[in-house]
């Protein structure tokens, strides 16, 4: 068996590269593809029925898309953190290298002008792009705008829209192009991301949920509703919410194939980090860790006219690895940079991941070592290593994925030489730069970038700001 299973690696990677191969040929028959990105805030892979036969959400429209494209049952966030990780889906650069770290508020670092993404390439190429988005957090200062021709988000004021109300922008945009047109778009909903009201009685607030006091504090405050304290209130909304926006996606899928766009296009769906429900403190949170349940994300590419159709790739894939397979398939350059690499099969032997940066508080003293809290994980197909910076000095806890992929029990095992130095050296980096500078070029926020009252007041109540 040690030279069988080898062997069958081997002979995976290379249909699957095949399957690559097969679809870019496509693209010289028939031309660039239309390019989809759905995705959907703060789902946890363990939330899509596909990958998890013990969901307590049904996703049936995810499902039916993983069965016409390729399912990527270890894709990883580099970061537990919304406008971070969408800078890596865009660039394919993880978060030490475009220097996007935290969310951006006061001391935040934006996308810089001078960074090339996903939407400026294909823009060049002459698509049509267009992306609407549901968060306030991915306003257009981030710098994710680049590229989008439209870029519909919400404003302060309005601090997050519906899904509903953000898929019938995407649809009124959709229908208004030319069958010709190749297009770009990207539809992000908002609707599993606290506070969890959006979902109205589908779990209803009665007098039947406990309310202790003491129980509430695990909740971060913008989570709480009606003073209940029990975790499965809130971990019952959430996988209605999931719900909610899987509904979402099937209406966006059944457009498509209204339009006559679903056979050609590929077809993005993933998420930018999970949800931690009740397995850590804080409770229903995220941004406070860098384990499983933050990091493990949903991704299923579903290639132009079936090709793939019904694979399921086990490697280790990132969010970093998108743009490269878009552009490989489009046949394009590679964004200058990237750390990512077409989805091909082969995976990455290991991927580093981080919670957010002093839990983006813009009125943390964040003074040196600057990374007071700040977890920072590596992770390979049968191990996790986390190190948390304390003030008593680095704490390491180490996971067995095979036989515990929630990462939920530590083992007694102790990091490696080489895996503390590598994370030493990740602490370091974010350590040694002021607060959202970048590796390459990023730019700090400040001037028109900076935080207002409205804004502020926006953010606290999406959970960004204490």
């Not at 190429?125 to 981030?142: E, M, P």
Request: aromatic residues 6%; glycine residues 10%; proline residues 7%.
């Amino acid at each position: 068996m040690r030279r069988v299973l080898p062997a069958l690696c081997i002979i995976a990677a290379v249909v699957a590269g095949a399957g690559l191969m097969m679809a870019t040929g496509l693209n010289r028959r028939f031309g660039p593809p239309d390019v989809v990105l759905i995705t959907i805030d703060t789902l946890r892979a363990d939330h899509v029925g596909v990958l998890s036969s013990t969901s307590p959400a049904r996703t049936p429209s995810i499902d039916a898309l993983a069965a016409d494209g390729v399912l990527y049952t270890q894709a990883f966030s580099p970061i537990s953190v919304t406008g971070p990780a969408f800078a890596t889906l865009m660039t394919g650069q993880d978060p030490g290298t475009h220097g996007v770290v935290m969310n951006l508020f006061r001391g935040g670092a934006h996308l810089p002008a001078e960074a090339t993404t996903l939407a400026e390439r294909l823009h060049d190429r002459g698509f049509a792009t267009a992306a609407f988005v549901s968060g306030f957090t991915l306003r257009r200062a981030l710098g994710l705008d680049q590229g989008f021709a439209t870029y519909s988000a919400p404003s302060a004021r309005q601090r997050r829209r519906p899904g509903t109300d953000t898929l019938r922008r995407a649809l009124r945009w959709l229908w208004s192009l030319k069958p010709w047109q190749r297009m770009l778009l990207w539809f992000h909903t908002y609707d599993v991301h606290g506070p969890l009201t959006q979902v109205g009685d589908a779990v209803a607030a009665g007098p039947e949920w406990a309310r202790d006091p003491a129980q509430v504090a695990h909740l971060p405050e913008y989570q709480r509703i009606d003073g209940i304290s029990d975790p499965e209130f809130y971990a019952r909304r959430y996988a209605a919410a999931v719900e909610q926006a899987d509904a979402e996606v099937g209406a966006l899928i059944a457009a498509l194939k209204d339009a006559g766009r679903y056979d050609r296009a590929l077809i993005i769906f993933a998420s930018d980090h999970g949800e931690t429900l009740s397995e850590r403190e804080p409770w229903m949170d995220h941004g406070t860790h860098a384990s499983a349940e933050q990091l493990h994300v949903p991704l299923i590419v579903k290639y132009p006219r079936g090709a793939r159709a019904g694979q399921r790739v086990d490697a280790l894939v990132s969010l970093a690895d998108i743009a490269p397979t878009v552009l490989a398939l489009a046949g394009l350059d590679p964004l200058p940079g990237a750390d990512g690499r077409p989805l091909d099969g082969r995976g990455h032997v290991e991927l580093a991941g981080e919670s957010s940066h002093c839990k983006d508080e813009p009125t943390l003293d964040c003074a040196p070592p600057g990374v007071a809290g700040k977890e920072f994980s590596l992770r390979t197909a049968s191990r996790t290593v986390v190190r948390e910076s304390t003030g008593a000095g680095p704490r390491f806890t180490v996971y067995d994925r095979r036989a515990d992929p929630a990462e939920l029990h530590p083992t007694a095992e102790a990091p490696t030489a080489e895996e503390r130095v590598r994370l030493d050296a990740m602490a370091a980096d974010r350590a040694g730069r002021p607060l959202g500078a970048p590796a390459v070029g990023g730019q700090e926020a400040g001037g028109d970038d900076a935080v207002d009252a409205e804004e502020e007041a926006a953010l606290r109540a999406l959970g960004y700001v204490e």
